[in-house]
């Protein structure tokens, strides 16, 4: 069974260039969260779908950020135009409904320069 | 409310001795707790969870946790440190069907040869 899948794996971007990252969960997995750790700073949470409905996003930092999940299945993480404070490492995470046990991607490498 | 407290930055230890990682959770409700490991440049890998049944959770590459509901603990251990285990672990708090998941800030383990 594939595990999540995040893409790109990493990407370097200039300030105010616009980057999407995409992930596919866990087939089944109606629960899909986006997190980011920036440089020297803990795992945040960012936002919760479940199927395709925004369940939280009180992590989301600002309208520069956009999250999709059309159809209920993969997530894309759109952010426009990105700052240099935006570089850090992205995870997606997918859980069953009901069930705590939430499983990583390997995670979207962004660099803005 | 939840917060969880991993209370060593960086732990260093040789290789074939015991390993002890300290987590303090905060939660105002019965929590699911977690503890994930991250190897350079890859992914969140899930070690072992507790989720209300066996207070005595063993995880994989002979990692073990115990919850402590008394001392709102769930201090992570592997009796023999191995040099692969080099890697920073984190702990995490969540609400039944993955809620509010708060990572700990990460505690870097060194592995002396």
């Known amino acids: 069974e594939a595990g999540v899948t995040q893409f790109p794996s990493h990407s370097v971007i200039e300030k105010g260039q616009t980057v999407t990252l995409r992930c596919d969960p866990i087939s089944g997995h109606d629960n899909l969260y986006w997190y980011r750790r920036v440089m020297g700073k803990e795992i945040k949470f960012l936002l919760h779908?479940?199927?395709?409905?925004?369940?939280?996003e009180s992590g989301m930092p600002n309208n520069r950020f956009l999250a999709e999940r059309t159809g209920g299945t993969y997530s894309t993480l759109k952010v426009q135009p990105a700052e240099l404070e935006d570089s850090g490492v992205y995870f997606c995470?997918?859980?069953?409904?009901?069930?705590?046990?939430?499983?990583f991607g390997e995670g979207s490498w962004l660099t803005v320069v | 409310a939840q917060s969880v407290t991993q209370l060593d930055s960086h732990v260093s230890v040789s290789e074939g001795t015991p390993v002890l990682l300290r987590c303090n959770y905060s939660s105002s409700y019965s929590p699911s707790l977690f503890w994930y490991v991250q190897h350079p440049n890859k992914g969140l890998q899930l070690l072992l969870k507790y989720t209300s049944a066996a207070t005595l959770v063993k995880g994989i590459n002979g990692f073990e946790a115990e919850f402590k509901k008394s001392e709102t603990s769930f201090h992570l251990t592997k009796p023999s440190a191995h040099m692969s285990d080099a890697a920073e672990y984190f702990c995490?708090?969540?609400?039944?069907?993955?809620?509010?998941?708060?990572f700990g800030a990460g505690t870097r383990l060194f592995v002396k040869a």
């Open positions: 779908f479940v199927k395709e409905s925004k369940q939280d």
């Open positions: 995470a997918s859980s069953q409904v009901g069930i705590s046990t939430i499983y």
């Open positions: 995490v708090v969540s609400k039944a069907g993955g809620f509010k998941t708060i």
